[in-house]
Nanobody, 119 residues
Framework: QVQLVESGGGLVQAGGSLRLSCAAS????????MGWYRQAPGKQRELVAT???????NYADSVKGRFTISRDNAKNTVYLQMNSLKPEDTAVYYC?????????????WGQGTQVTVSS
């Protein structure tokens, strides 16, 4: 089993910044792509950003130019730097990792961290 633990959420004013972290621990499986998703009240979970093991990134149009995803493979940790935050960024942010056990692939999710942006 692989556990993902997020941290860094909180309350911030519009225009402010937050940095989310997600650390993977547990079995020594191979972690491939990692990413961040978010879910606002009454809405479906949506992709925010992903990063491959090689560092290739992908962003939702709504966060391009404001958010930056990065990872430290040695620490099995992924980060999300969020700048110029808007009230519509308010959501629970979830970390995701695609993992290979040696025989099968599976996805692991963190428990989520709340981000609230006040206007």
């Amino acid at each position: 089993q692989v556990q993902l633990v997020e941290s860094g959420g909180g309350l911030v004013q519009a225009g402010g910044s937050l940095r989310l972290s997600c650390a993977a621990s547990g079995s020594t499986f191979s972690i491939y792509a990692m990413g961040w998703y978010r879910q606002a009240p009454g809405k479906q979970r949506e992709l925010v950003a992903t990063i491959s093991s090689g560092g290739s990134t992908n962003y939702a149009d709504s966060v391009k130019g404001r958010f930056t995803i990065s990872r430290d493979n040695a620490k099995n940790t992924v980060y999300l730097q969020m700048n110029s935050l808007k009230p519509e960024d308010t959501a629970v942010y979830y970390c995701n990792a695609d993992i290979y056990s040696g025989t099968y692939y599976f996805a692991s999710w963190g428990q989520g961290t709340q981000v609230t942006v006040s206007s």
